[in-house]
């Protein structure tokens, strides 16, 4: 059986919100493909006012179908905050019990903040 992963994006002001998310689903769905994934979903964040409840869903989402996976395009669309974002990744890596991936991400990530969180190059 395909491990599931699903796939988180925060789409950013001024973008076209439907062409922007076809083009992170390609993206995410290449790379969940690529390392044996079936990527089942994206939860887009589209307004600033919406993330505490798309993370609410995407982490039900996980917690319901036994998902233990999550892609994001890159560290930008967890957080402006580099340093803030490698711990959301530890922080969600823990929740689920699982991996938080980051397309496109070629530095390595060590230490104690990132323990469970994967970067891997596109």
Do not use: N
Request: charge should be neutral; proline fraction near 4%; aromatic fraction near 10%.
């Amino acid at each position: 059986m395909t491990p599931t992963i699903y796939g988180y994006a925060r789409l950013l002001p001024g973008t076209d919100a439907a062409s922007e998310l076809a083009r992170v689903r390609r993206k995410l769905g290449g790379f969940a493909g690529g390392r044996g994934f079936m990527l089942m979903d994206v939860f887009a964040l589209e307004r600033p006012g919406q993330r505490l409840a798309v993370w609410r869903e995407l982490l039900a989402h996980c917690e319901l179908f036994g998902v233990r996976d999550i892609v994001v395009p890159s560290l930008a669309h967890l957080h402006d905050s580099e340093s803030l974002a490698r711990w959301m990744c530890s922080d969600v890596a823990s929740f689920i019990g699982g991996r938080v991936w980051v397309v496109g991400e070629s530095a390595p990530v060590g230490g104690d903040l990132t323990q469970g969180f994967e970067v891997m190059a596109a």
